[in-house]
């Protein structure tokens, strides 16, 4: 007979005694249990004590995580949370270096649990904390010459244990004062410091900026960004990518106006190519942390476009008709003329001729073309960068399609103002970065003005196209759609240069795009006769039932969900897995990402499925409608769902990708006797729908189908026959 579900079996441990083994009840209250292995040992005040994982973790049993304990699992009998915070708590203030040292390191490892942390936070540790790194710090620097290992370690071990504390979430930011701020920055403005503490510094002043927008203008006026190139200069890719964190987030964070002045400031500096130099081309490997920050910096740099590209030209403004004015010298080597040569219709109509051969869709005044945004003034700026930059080029395609017939030429305003406008799209520019996106690209980091560069090597390559597809007017959105499958195709391979991205779209002609699309479409071959779309609606019903149980089933399997936090590299996470009679969801917080699955005993939490009335997504989901970065980040949006029960409660997700989310989405829907409407349901419909008809469709008329496979021949007596190619 299988013992109860609620009876756990456990060895438990105590300092100088035989582990003793033990049947837990977990309807008891875990005082109960306490005292009854305190009166085992003969232990007085058992309420002085506390069970904790004899793992790597050490985390405090409660009676919120008890459904954790496992059977077999090895536990300890230890201090209380508070007994042990209120120790530290004094130790810490000890005369004694050695004791000071101990103390602290032990808080900096227990911090990491919440029971132990919201204790240690009752008893102002916090404020503790800041004040030992306010005024403390100048009587260990009067040791550091003699005691320079101790000096570092002492720091060390307290920043570590204020960023452990501050990353529950207990304390506001916005609590703590200037003179900690100082302190802090002046720990990363120091040429020669220990590595732990510049880390934990780095890492205390991103949580300062992205948490409270007083503190970013603080920090930004101890902070400058001169101070932190140099750590992007030494070989620690922790340091490095602690340092881009900061620089990100003061980017972030800074008001619009201030942006593009920072943005100054970092060309100045020098950045990308120190960035470039450093990390990108160095030696070692770019981890995930590092290339998320990459990616944060590169979609940072690109919105600073998003102003010209949401202005609209003004058609009496005479600077800006001025640079149309200047497309029109560059082209056709013509100065403007004065006002007394020939008559007004006369240069009206010169101007409407050359106007034309520009490739404006408004022939009489250019001005209003750049009226629509997206892309704005950043279409003409890209035009006269383009003209000034690769002059041979721009008068080449201007001149080239001047000469051509009407119907054949490629306008090069028209074409311009879309394909900024595509490159946009590309690159998403305006969107804020991704919790969870690592897709940098290292040819944005070989150049100053890169995004203009880019679209010098696009205009090109459309140019090029339109010849190649023998294309007239009425083909021009074809041709778009042509050229901006090339580029996001090259763009798939990550170009380490631009030279490199310019070679891969050489390889990818008109022609070889329609070979390989011609490949996709044969693997896709879809039937539309009648009899076949008849057969199709017929065992349509039952794909869709295999689909339905697929997601049932990796809904019993579960997913690990990482909730999001102000700071990334803080990971925690929940678990949620359907029970196998799909009538119960099971959830539950866990320290860790697991390996593999997470059984249902130890998820604390149950939600019967009857009791769901709902499933919503995106912006209707409640955590999407708090205050927030995550409100307003498209991404995180895309992958929100919750689960409406009851009168007014929900459980919220956000999925680790869109797989996730589609089968999270459709599995819920399902249970609820909804239609599943993901996009993972469409294609995995048309992939087993199309696998299926080609299986009904082989001709397979007085063919016996074997019910076992054939046995494998014997080996050839010699291989003689093998003919060698060499």
Request: proline share 5%; net charge negative; glycine share 2%.
């Amino acid at each position: 007979m299988p013992p109860p579900a609620d009876i756990v079996k456990v060895a438990i441990e105590w300092p100088g005694a035989f582990p003793k083994l033990m049947e837990i009840d977990q309807k008891k209250p875990l005082s109960a249990i306490i005292k009854e292995v305190c009166d085992g040992w003969n232990l007085p005040n058992p309420e002085t004590y506390a069970l904790q994982n004899a793992d790597s973790t050490n985390f405090y049993i409660t009676e919120k995580n008890r459904n954790n304990i496992k059977n077999g699992s090895i536990l300890r009998l230890t201090t209380s949370a508070a007994q042990m915070a209120q120790q530290l708590h004094e130790r810490i203030q000890s005369s004694s270096m050695d004791m000071k040292l101990d103390a602290l390191k032990d808080l900096a490892s227990s911090s990491r649990d919440i029971t132990f942390a919201q204790e240690f936070i009752n008893l102002d540790g916090i404020s503790l904390l800041t004040q030992m790194v306010e005024s403390g710090t100048e009587r260990y620097q009067k040791l550091q010459k003699i005691m320079k290992p101790c000096f570092g370690d002492l720091l060390s071990f307290t920043l570590t244990a204020f960023v452990e504390l501050m990353d529950h979430g207990i304390v506001s930011w916005d609590t703590f004062s200037v003179a900690f701020i100082k302190k802090i920055a002046s720990y990363v403005c120091k040429s020669a410091m220990d590595t732990a503490v510049l880390q934990r510094s780095l890492a205390i002043l991103e949580s300062m900026v992205l948490n409270s927008q007083d503190l970013y203008q603080k920090v930004a006026q101890e902070i400058t960004i001169g101070q932190l190139i140099p750590h992007l200069q030494g070989t620690d890719q922790d340091i490095q990518t602690y340092t881009i964190a900061v620089i990100n987030a003061l980017f972030l964070k800074a008001p619009e106006e201030k942006r593009q002045e920072m943005a100054h400031i970092l060309a100045q500096k020098q950045l990308r190519s120190i960035i470039l130099s450093n990390v990108i081309r160095s030696n070692k490997p770019i981890n995930d942390e590092m290339a998320h920050q990459l990616y944060v910096l590169q979609v940072l740099t690109f919105n600073l476009l998003e102003d010209r590209m949401m202005t609209k030209m003004d058609p009496q403004d005479q600077a800006q008709r001025d640079i149309i004015f200047e497309l029109r010298r560059i082209a056709f080597d013509v100065e403007c003329e004065s006002n007394n040569s020939g008559s007004i219709e006369k240069r009206k109509s010169m101007y409407t001729r050359d106007y034309k051969k520009l490739g404006f869709i408004n022939h009489v005044n250019p001005a209003v073309d750049f009226t629509q945004i997206p892309p704005g003034m950043l279409a003409l700026d890209n035009m006269l960068y383009f003209a000034r930059h690769h002059q041979d080029a721009y008068i080449r395609i201007v001149l080239e399609n001047s000469s051509r017939e009407d119907k054949h030429e490629c306008p090069f305003g028209r074409s311009s103002i879309e394909l900024t406008k595509m490159l946009c799209e590309i690159l998403k520019v305006g969107e804020l970065p991704s919790e969870n996106c690592h897709d940098f690209h290292p040819m944005f980091f070989t150049h100053d003005r890169s995004f203009e560069e880019f679209f010098c090597i696009c205009i090109q390559l459309l140019n090029k196209t339109w010849k190649e597809m023998r294309a007239t007017s009425e083909d021009f959105n074809k041709v778009m759609q042509v050229v901006k499958e090339q580029i996001t195709r090259a763009l798939t391979i990550k170009p380490n240069s631009l030279d490199q991205f310019k070679s891969r779209l050489q390889n990818l002609s008109y022609t070889e795009i329609l070979k390989l699309r011609q490949s996709e479409r044969m693997n896709q071959e879809d039937f539309q006769s009648r009899p076949i779309l008849e057969l199709r609606e017929k065992i349509q019903p039952e794909i869709m039932e295999l689909i339905k149980q697929q997601r049932l089933n990796r809904l019993c399997e579960g997913t690990c969900f990482r909730k999001i936090s102000s700071r990334r590299r803080q990971d925690k996470f929940w678990y949620c897995r359907l029970s196998p009679n799909h009538k119960v969801l099971h959830y539950g917080d866990l320290e860790e990402s697991p390996q593999g699955e997470v059984p249902h005993d130890s998820l604390q939490d149950k939600l019967p499925v009857a009791d769901i009335k709902a499933v919503v997504t995106g912006k209707d989901c409640p955590h999407m409608k708090e205050k927030g970065a995550l409100k307003q980040n498209k991404e995180v949006l895309e992958l929100a769902f919750s689960v409406l029960y009851e009168s007014d409660e929900y459980l919220n997700f956000i999925a680790p990708d869109k797989h996730e989310y589609c089968v999270w989405t459709d599995g819920l829907n399902a249970l609820l006797g909804k239609e599943m409407t993901s996009e993972f349901t469409r294609s995995d419909m048309d992939t087993l729908l199309n696998m299926e008809m080609k299986l009904r469709l082989l001709d397979l008329e007085n063919i016996q189908i074997p019910e076992v496979p054939p046995p494998i021949p014997k080996e050839p007596s010699n291989y003689d026959f093998v003919y060698d190619c060499n």
